[in-house]
């Protein structure tokens, strides 16, 4: 069976910092690409970082960018988003997805798997 486990989210203070895991199961993970998505209270789901786990090639949106840094370990078949000097935008419930992508997109109709979300709340 395929799994996605998300985890790491929590309460943190503007500025502050949290790591998120996203452990994978039953697929090739290092063919794959991961994608975070997070999605906030009466907001539609938004993509904001992937990575190929086959070249590395890494994504960014801009709400995200130079913020927060996305890797693999290819080892352990678990990809992390590293999310420094957090906002209170940045509030929302954190996906992680799987899929099979030649280029690192963050468009849901192009990820098969999809993890449980994980909370983060930024208070300011």
């Known amino acids: 069976d395929v799994q996605l486990q998300a985890s790491g989210g929590g309460l943190v203070q503007a500025g502050g910092s949290l790591k998120l895991s996203c452990a994978a199961s039953?697929?090739?993970?290092?063919?794959?690409?991961i994608g975070w998505f997070r999605q906030a209270p009466g907001k539609e789901r938004e993509g904001i970082s992937c990575?190929?786990?086959?070249?590395?090639?890494?994504y960014y949106a801009d709400s995200v960018k130079g913020r927060f840094t996305i890797f693999s370990d290819n080892a352990k078949n678990t990809a992390y988003l590293q999310m420094n000097n957090l906002k209170p935008e940045d509030t929302a419930v954190y996906y992680c997805?799987?899929?099979?992508?030649?280029?690192?997109?963050?468009?849901?109709?192009?990820?098969?798997?999809w993890g449980q979300g994980t909370q983060v709340t930024v208070s300011s």
């Open positions: 997805a799987a899929g099979d992508l030649l280029s690192p997109l963050v468009l849901e109709e192009f990820y098969e798997y």
């Open positions: 990575i190929s786990n086959s070249n590395g090639v890494t």
């Open positions: 039953g697929f090739d993970f290092d063919v794959y690409s």
